[in-house]
T-cell receptor, first 114, second 108 residues
């Protein structure tokens, strides 16, 4: 099906472990984004990417690594997970960075770090 | 991005129109007004956006005041499935800045 998907949908990991969250979109959108949502903070931008091999930091990038070797995929890696990274992670994509182009969100990954 | 202000919550009767207000008094000329909603823990769902003119799509209508300092999202015939948190966002560039939003509860 066309759209934006995330995997896994739920993940429990231990402190210090590396974990990768996957995001895949079928629209060939240039821009992709990672947000996290925590109670009391709303959604905050972690990283974004303007195209394959082009990424940039958002508001809260510390502790995260991203890559984008293919336009359709934008994985987010927590190199050494911490409890403060327990959150719901949303991936989004957009045709353009211009304010006139909407972002479409995936269903989210609920990550728990124990 | 300009700050937006929304009421924290509102109720609406099923089948009636729901009018959600949003203030964005510091919005700049190149910032669009966006509305998203989030149902329970799902991903935010795009509803509508506009720059200056009023906009309508299959989900809702967006009314922007002439001075662009405020806007209203109208859900014409609210259903129970419209119960969600609605976010009004003033967006100029790549980032969407989500505030606390308005929790809308549609009652039968």
């Amino acid at each position: 099906d066309a759209g934006i998907t995330q995997s896994p949908r739920y993940k429990i990991t231990e402190t210090g472990r590396q974990v990768t969250l996957m995001c895949h979109q079928t629209w060939s959108h240039s821009y992709m984004f990672w947000y996290r949502q925590d109670l009391g903070h709303g959604l905050r931008l972690i990283y974004y990417s303007a195209a394959a091999d082009i990424t940039d930091k958002g508001e809260v990038p510390d502790g995260y690594v991203v890559s984008r070797s293919k336009t359709e995929n934008f994985p987010l890696t927590l190199e050494s997970a911490t409890r403060s990274q327990t959150s719901v992670y949303f991936c989004a994509s957009s045709e353009s960075s211009s304010g006139g182009y909407e972002q479409y969100f995936g269903p989210g990954t609920r990550l728990t770090v124990t | 991005d300009a700050k937006t202000t929304q009421p924290p919550s509102m109720d609406c009767a099923e089948g009636r129109a729901a009018n959600l207000p949003c203030n964005h008094s510091t919005i700049s000329g190149n910032e669009y007004v966006y509305w998203y909603r989030q149902i329970h823990s799902q991903g935010p769902q795009y509803i509508i956006h506009g720059l200056k003119n009023n906009e309508t799509n299959e989900m809702a209508s967006l009314i922007i005041t002439e001075d662009r300092k405020s806007s209203t999202l109208i859900l014409p015939h609210a259903t129970l499935r419209d119960t969600a948190v609605y976010y009004c966002i003033a967006r100029g560039y790549y980032k969407l800045s989500f505030g606390a939003g308005t929790t809308v509860t549609v009652r039968a």
